[in-house]
């Protein structure tokens, strides 16, 4: 685990607190009773942080969790990491940032770049090109994504800066308050030409990679859109209604329209491209503090468009 110094003053001003102001009908509630039930925190962060210094604070001073608040008074929750837990090291390296605010950044993942280190490549990954970003603005945070796009899949991914941010987002995820939009370049056209796709999925049992359509496999919908064709294949949209791993790549399969380039479920051609054609181009969903809604796009990446 790396520390942060929480007595630098770069840190000061980075630091995320939550401050909430007490209503009348919180008087008398206990700061613990006060964090779960108005604030939604956990009680796994609450026990982590009020052991830091500046961990929880009733009008600027620090007390225990057994407190008890009166209205009016202002509740402060250290909201940032204290220390490095994830064991991941920094690595400089171009990170294209969408958004970024307090609690969370939209990231714009390049294709043939990992999310997460692993004994292969543990330095060119997001992780380690987030963490050193954050090093060099001084941001006291780990790496907490909200969800994985695959090596081979460009476009949009959140990363939160706290955990508390990471669990809000990812309780949103799979509702109907989050929206993800792919875009993908097929071998073939389907037919229909929209669609839903409504096929449970499994891993397969000779892979720890392939997933395969299984009827005791997990239910996995998505939704699917012919935009253009050309060359012999199609461009489609899709939207997630479910989030399994390699879902959209075999509900295509399985359609027999396999993603252009996919090496595990159609026909790998790096002459074509050098990847499966599949990028993230849509997300919305609200900030997880504010409410404020989100949306973000990016258009089809020029690898994609020569397939067309």
Not at 56 to 68: E, K, M, N, S
Not at 187 to 203: K, M, Q, Y
Not at 243 to 256: E, K, N, P, S, Y
Request: net charge positive; proline share 8%; glycine share 8%.
């Amino acid at each position: 685990m790396v520390p942060f110094d929480l007595t630098r003053p770069p840190f000061d001003r980075c630091v995320r607190y939550l401050t909430h102001a007490a209503a009348a009908e919180e008087d008398g509630a206990e700061v613990q009773t006060l964090l779960r039930r108005s604030l939604g925190i956990s009680s796994g962060w609450i026990k982590h942080v009020k052991r830091l210094p500046d961990g929880i604070a009733l009008d600027g001073r620090r007390v225990t969790t057994r407190d008890r608040v009166r209205a009016g008074q202002t509740l402060r929750l250290r909201l940032s990491d204290s220390v490095r837990r994830s064991g991941i090291e920094s690595a400089p390296g171009p990170l294209h940032i969408v958004y970024e605010d307090e609690d969370l950044l939209v990231l714009n993942k390049p294709a043939g770049v990992p999310v997460h280190p692993s004994p292969q490549q543990n330095s060119n990954t997001i992780g380690n090109l987030l963490l050193y970003y954050y090093d060099l603005w001084g941001i006291p945070a780990d790496f907490h994504p909200v969800h994985r796009l695959d090596r081979g899949t460009s476009g949009l991914m959140i990363a939160a800066k706290h955990p508390c941010a990471q669990e809000r987002l990812r309780r949103a995820f799979h509702t109907d308050a989050f929206r993800r939009e792919y875009l993908a370049v097929c071998d073939a056209v389907p037919a229909p030409r929209r669609g839903v796709v409504d096929l449970p999925l499994s891993r397969a049992p000779d892979s720890i990679l392939r997933r395969e359509v299984s009827a005791a496999g997990s239910p996995a919908r998505t939704e699917y859109e012919v935009l253009a064709e050309g060359s012999g294949r199609c461009l489609v949209r899709l939207h997630l209604l479910t989030g399994r791993t390699h879902q959209i790549r075999v509900h295509m399969a399985a359609l027999g329209c396999p993603l252009t380039g996919d090496f595990l479920y159609g026909r790998e051609n790096p002459a074509l491209i050098r990847r499966p054609a599949l990028h993230s181009c849509f997300l919305a969903f609200s900030q997880p503090f504010t409410g404020v809604p989100l949306s973000f796009a990016l258009p089809l990446p020029a690898d994609m468009a020569a397939l067309l």
